[in-house]
């Protein structure tokens, strides 16, 4: 039997925003690899074996999915959102290049979710209507440097810009940085929308001029999503609409 590898986005947390092409998938699997939480939202049933694993060993989970996959079996390696967005994929191609190569003949599909920054600018309104960027605030695998000069970049070129990984426990003052940073940059009135554990019952979300922005509005279950100078808020009796209009004066 050839194996194949799966490398699949369950969406931000809603069954109903899982695509019907991953739940195939994971139908069809025999292995399910990933972070312990996600591995969690897959349902057990006779035949599958579950591999849950922390997530700070990206590679050793790769590696093991590929080894899977190699001796014949049907792995789906999870993520949450979309496994191309600071996810799993990019760690399972960094497996293959430096791996043996038997994994390059192996059958791997990467199979699209929704990701988190789709999923929160949906509950704002439309945030992302103009240009955006999305930048990972963890300094785990690039230096804070560069997290800093990015965040210029983007500002200056006047983007909308989603921010994944906003705040860790372990570095919480980094995100302080952030938006002290952003308050020299940007005017008090820039519309921030705070996006916690979006299509969950633990959903909350915030809508929040930057002068009144903190800290601790994020944790790790929430995307950030600042709007460009164009962004608009439209206040109406309930939650605010935030939109970017589609086009920028000439
Ligand atoms: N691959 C994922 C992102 C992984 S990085 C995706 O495409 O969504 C993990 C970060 O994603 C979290 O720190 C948070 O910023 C964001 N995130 C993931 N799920 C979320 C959700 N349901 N609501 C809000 N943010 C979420």
Redesign the pocket.
């Given at each position: 039997m050839t194996g194949r590898l799966v490398i699949a986005?369950l969406?931000?947390?809603a069954d109903a925003l899982v695509t019907p092409e991953v739940s195939a998938a994971l139908a069809e699997a025999t292995d399910v690899i990933g972070y312990t939480p996600y591995v969690a939202r897959v349902a057990e049933r006779p035949g599958l074996v579950r591999h849950p694993s922390g997530n700070r060993v990206e590679m050793d989970r790769s590696q093991h999915a590929l080894a899977l996959a190699a001796e014949g079996r049907r792995v789906v390696v999870v993520?949450?959102?979309?496994?191309?967005?600071?996810?799993?994929a990019a760690a399972v191609f960094e497996a293959v290049e430096a791996g043996p190569d038997h994994w390059r003949a192996l059958d791997i599909r990467v199979l699209p979710?929704?990701?988190?920054?789709l999923?929160?600018a949906a509950r704002a309104g439309a945030p992302l209507g103009h240009d955006f960027c999305a930048i990972?605030?963890?300094d785990n695998l690039k230096p804070r440097a560069l997290v800093e000069k990015r965040l210029r970049l983007a500002v200056e070129a006047d983007f909308a810009m989603a921010?994944?990984?906003?705040?860790s426990a372990s570095r919480p003052e980094g995100f302080e940085r952030t938006l002290s940073l952003l308050s020299g940059l940007c005017r008090d009135d820039r519309p921030v929308i705070f996006?916690?554990?979006?299509?969950?019952p633990d959903?909350e979300i915030r809508v929040v001029p930057l002068s009144r922005c903190r800290a601790d509005m994020?944790?790790?279950?929430?995307?950030?999503i600042v709007g460009s100078s164009a962004t608009r808020i439209i206040e109406r009796d309930g939650p605010p609409i935030v939109y970017t209009p589609r086009s920028a004066p000439a």
């Open positions: 986005g969406g931000p947390g993520s949450s959102g979309d496994p191309g967005v600071f996810a799993m979710g929704i990701t988190a920054m999923a929160a990972n605030l963890s921010f994944y990984n906003p705040r996006a916690r554990a979006v299509s969950t959903e994020a944790d790790m279950r929430t995307v950030v």
